[in-house]
């Protein structure tokens, strides 16, 4: 069965790094997410992307990250300057183009940052 | 804006009994539910959703829940737990772009962690 696959599985960086989170998304879908999990809390929504755009995103989603499908296959969150409060579980998940069709996540990156 | 309650955190249950977890929502709209799984080192996996029609939906691994609107509730449940269910329960309320579109986004409950006794 396909699935959305994540790299790197944890990810240890320090403050005011960049980091880049990779995914690839199941390959015949069409919108591509991340979303969160702070350590306690919900899942919570970051942004969707479709047709090399963002579709939607969350007041999470400030200037500090951005995403991106560099080629055919990887899709991309990048944080350019980590905060302690980034420190979470990212998933990805990835769905076809038609309504309410499953979104298939991935099994998570954890970010720590120092 | 669309919220998700799951009033249980934690919840143990004896291999062999019955399940039932608590689902709560507020959305001004038809709401579209869903249940995901998380086991550990696994990314959430879909058990079932409800879109419309008949209100006690099947999903995978014997699970099944019943939308009750007048209660805004969508109760997991499962007849007789398995040791292989211990995991982490996540329900969901998707929510479509007001510009339109077919893409919807999720927003979760704090999740119900199962733990199963042998």
């Known amino acids: 069965e396909p699935e959305v696959t994540q790299t790197p599985s944890h990810q240890v960086t320090q403050m005011g790094q960049e980091v880049i989170l990779r995914c690839v998304p199941i390959?015949?879908?069409?919108?591509f997410y991340w979303y969160r999990q702070i350590l306690g809390q919900k899942v919570e929504f970051l942004v969707s992307?479709?047709?090399?755009?963002?579709?939607?995103k969350s007041e999470i989603f400030d200037d500090q990250f951005s995403v991106e499908r560099p080629d055919g296959s990887n899709f991309t969150l990048k944080i350019r300057s980590t905060k302690l409060e980034d420190s979470a579980m990212y998933f990805c998940?990835?769905?076809?183009?038609?309504?309410?069709?499953?979104?298939?996540f991935g099994p998570g990156t954890r970010l720590l940052v120092l | 804006a669309q919220s998700v309650t799951q009033p249980d955190i934690h919840i143990t249950v004896s291999e062999g009994a019955s399940l039932e977890l608590r689902c709560n929502y507020s959305?001004?709209?038809?709401?579209?539910l869903f249940w995901y799984v998380q086991s550990p080192g696994q990314g959430l996996q879909l058990l079932l959703k409800?879109?419309?029609?008949?209100?006690l939906v099947q999903g995978i691994k014997g699970f099944e829940a019943e939308f009750k609107r007048s209660q805004s509730s969508f109760n997991l449940r499962k007849p007789s737990v398995h040791w292989s269910d211990a995991a982490e329960y996540f329900c969901?309320?998707?929510?479509?772009?007001?510009?339109?579109?077919?893409?919807?986004?999720?927003?979760f409950g704090k999740g119900t962690l199962l733990t199963v006794n042998p």
């Open positions: 998940a990835s769905v076809t183009e038609w309504v309410w069709e499953t979104q298939y």
């Open positions: 390959s015949n879908h069409l919108y």
């Open positions: 992307f479709y047709n090399n755009e963002i579709s939607e």
């Open positions: 959305y001004g709209a038809t709401p579209y």
């Open positions: 409800y879109f419309s029609g008949d209100t």
């Open positions: 969901a309320v998707g929510a479509l772009r007001n510009s339109g579109g077919s893409n919807y986004k999720l927003t």
